[in-house]
């Protein structure tokens, strides 16, 4: 048999960091690390070829070779899905769909030949075995979560690894909270279920004997989901296999409470974490309630930012505009909130309901649904119908984008981040890699010579050489980031 592993092509957002990536010469920011996962778990004796078409093009000579495509998406990815299942039902090519996109919207797919839907450690052998037995049914579907202490190592190899930025790994699948907006909790469950840290090792060994020395992505929604295993077991662990190991470093998603612990944050930034994204929302109480954000209320988010950054990582921020509780004074509060914090790396949305989720019930309940999302969070478009004005609500948001995206904003808000984070070893200046040092020279000359923030790039590395040198690769990635972000916003509004 031979199994077409096929990604769809994301669209340039924001998490594409498309436009920063040239800087690199890479082409897409993560392997699909769902696919190659699935690749494991496919019998021995099967034939696999990874298309990821964020690196590469579907070419006729793959569906020619293929006896079936496994096509695996999120929402974001439904576009170019659906145009990769039209050529493969038109070159007459088996189509298996799996991941959130198919798992949420099932109906909306009628052309797909078999849905391998909710976890595959439970769907996929069922598939298989009825596969193998010639008799394969059109939907496989579960309420169960399973354990993933089993879960095989994902095949790297099938992917052209050079194309990447960084590489992935998956600790633990689900969320203890339940934030009315989140499918999180409806696709993996409210435990947190963890893989041993012996597996995890494993998997890092495996990417070292690959050759790959860079970073990587623990895609966990909730890294500190559960904290025991985490810090009695994967820190430790990771922190005694970096020891000799050059270039290693990690970045991954928590929850804002991480801030109350010190410890855990101490553990982290030694294993490696230098950055972590966390789902602010708004810095408005009223919506937080609304939206059961409760691990968010009641708190100085600014400060709790802020202590993780001076722990030693680097926040990224998730937020959110056209909760129900939300007033014309919610724009401005976002922008004043992002600047003082020091979040550079800010994604701002549009409320949007993924089926699944509570907030899609209520909305449904109330006949405020438009539609299936998007899954894009700066396009401009949600599938609800909002309290306030949609006028309002849609130029509040480029609003914000406007605001946090000019240079003078954007540049200053990197010296406050700078001004706080701790660097972690003691201070000390790792050697950039070739790579890196070519990115600078790029960035001297698309951001500093023919960028039309050049004023305030020098700025920038001139203050960084002066307060913090030791920082001075970062502030040139995060120049390198906030053109991508301009980009994008470009592309929306007028900056």
Excluded at 120 to 144: H, I, M, N, S
Excluded at 310 to 338: E, H, K, L, N
């Amino acid at each position: 048999m031979n199994a077409l592993l096929v990604c769809p092509e994301f669209p340039d957002t924001f998490w594409s960091f498309k436009h920063a990536l040239k800087f690199i010469r890479k082409s897409s920011s993560l392997p699909p690390l769902g696919l190659l996962t699935v690749a494991a778990m496919l019998p021995d004796h099967w034939n696999r070829r990874l298309r990821d078409l964020n690196v590469s093009s579907l070419t006729d000579a793959d569906l020619r070779w293929a006896d079936c495509a496994f096509v695996g998406a999120m929402a974001i990815q439904q576009t170019s899905a659906k145009r990769v299942l039209a050529r493969c039902r038109e070159a007459g090519v088996r189509t298996v769909a799996g991941g959130p996109l198919f798992t949420s919207e099932p109906d909306a797919f009628p052309e797909v030949d078999h849905l391998v839907l909710n976890e595959a450690e439970t769907t996929l052998p069922r598939f298989l075995d009825d596969l193998r037995q010639g008799r394969p049914e059109r939907v496989y579907a579960t309420t169960e979560h399973p354990t993933i202490d089993a879960t095989p190592p994902p095949l790297w190899e099938l992917a052209e690894r050079g194309r990447y930025a960084s590489m992935s790994i998956q600790y633990s699948r689900g969320c203890p909270f339940a934030c009315e907006f989140c499918n999180v909790t409806s696709l993996f469950g409210r435990r947190p279920r963890v893989k041993t840290a012996a597996q995890v090792i494993a998997e890092l060994d495996r990417l070292h004997e690959l050759g790959w020395t860079g970073r990587v992505f623990f895609v966990d929604d909730n890294l500190i989901g559960n904290k025991r295993p985490l810090r009695t077991e994967l820190l430790p662990a990771l922190i005694e296999w970096r020891r000799g190991k050059r270039g290693f470093q990690f970045y991954t998603e928590a929850s804002i409470n991480l801030a109350d612990d010190p410890a855990l944050m101490a553990m982290m930034v030694e294993a490696g974490f230098d950055t972590v994204f966390v789902g602010i929302e708004t810095p408005s109480d009223e919506s937080l309630a609304e939206c059961s954000k409760k691990q968010n209320r009641n708190r100085d988010l600014v400060e709790d930012v802020k202590r993780i950054q001076r722990a030693g990582m680097q926040v990224q921020g998730g937020f959110i505009v056209g909760f129900d509780s939300d007033t014309a004074t919610i724009f401005d509060r976002q922008i004043d909130f992002i600047q003082r914090s020091g979040i550079v790396t800010a994604m701002v949305g549009l409320l949007q309901a993924p089926t699944g989720t509570s907030l899609y019930s209520r909305l449904a309940r109330e006949r405020r649904l438009l539609g299936p999302m998007s899954g894009d969070n700066v396009d401009g478009s949600t599938n609800i119908v909002p309290r306030m004005d949609v006028h309002t609500l849609m130029e509040g948001h480029r609003k914000i984008l406007r605001r946090i995206y000019r240079p003078s904003a954007y540049y200053g808000r990197v010296r406050t981040f700078l001004r706080e984070y701790a660097l972690a070893g003691g201070g000390r200046w790792a050697r950039p890699s070739l790579s890196d040092a070519l990115a600078s020279i790029r960035s001297v000359l698309r951001l500093g010579i023919l960028g039309r923030e050049r004023f305030h790039y020098w700025m920038l590395l001139s203050w960084t050489l002066v307060r913090r040198p030791k920082l001075l690769p970062l502030a040139i990635t995060l120049a390198i980031t906030g053109h991508h972000c301009r980009k994008i916003c470009e592309k929306h509004l007028v900056l």
